[in-house]
């Protein structure tokens, strides 16, 4: 039994577990699954219908929202990736990026990558989902605004 970091009490698989109860939840979210499988999850995966997710039309409809947690010694390894038909954007804590901090924003757009700082100062799974669900929300909103 793995007990570290923010999903202290968690084991990985309980982790996924709760992730994907709150992805079940998520409004426009749609055949949420663990990935590669039920029997060795890594990440939870959801379809996402946009529009009903920002409670208004938006030009892409359709899109993946995929939650990686992984307990780690020290900071847990996190992800929480949008990917729809122009973008694919989300929040990776993770070790790829240390100049930017322990949490980095990432932008994939016409074949150009960006990263910047994103600070999420919370350690639960759970917590880091909420954050950059509420996030996500206005990057969308950025991006058909720009």
């Known amino acids: 039994m ?3 970091a923010g999903g202290r009490g968690f084991t990985r698989r309980q982790g996924l577990r709760r992730l994907k109860e709150r992805l079940q939840n998520v409004a426009g979210a749609s055949d ?4 590669p499988s039920k029997v060795r999850p890594r990440t939870v995966v959801a379809d996402l219908a946009v529009d009903q997710f920002l409670g208004k039309a938006f030009p892409r409809t359709d899109a993946t929202l995929e939650v990686l947690w992984r307990p780690h010694e020290g900071d847990d390894i996190q992800r929480v990736q949008y990917v729809d038909d122009a973008v694919s954007l989300g929040w ?3 070790d790829d990026h240390p100049d930017l901090g322990v949490t980095h924003f990432q932008l994939a757009r016409e074949g150009e990558v ?3 700082p ?3 100062e919370v350690e639960a799974p759970l917590s880091v989902l909420e954050i950059c669900l509420e996030r996500l929300r206005k990057r969308l909103q950025e991006d058909v605004n720009n």
Do not use: F, G, S, T
């Not at 949420?32 to 990935?35: A, C, N």
């Open 2 to 4: 793995v007990l570290l």
């Open 32 to 35: 949420v699954r663990y990935r």
């Open 92 to 94: 990776h804590k993770d």
């Open 114 to 116: 960006k990263h910047e």
């Open 118 to 120: 994103a600070d999420i």
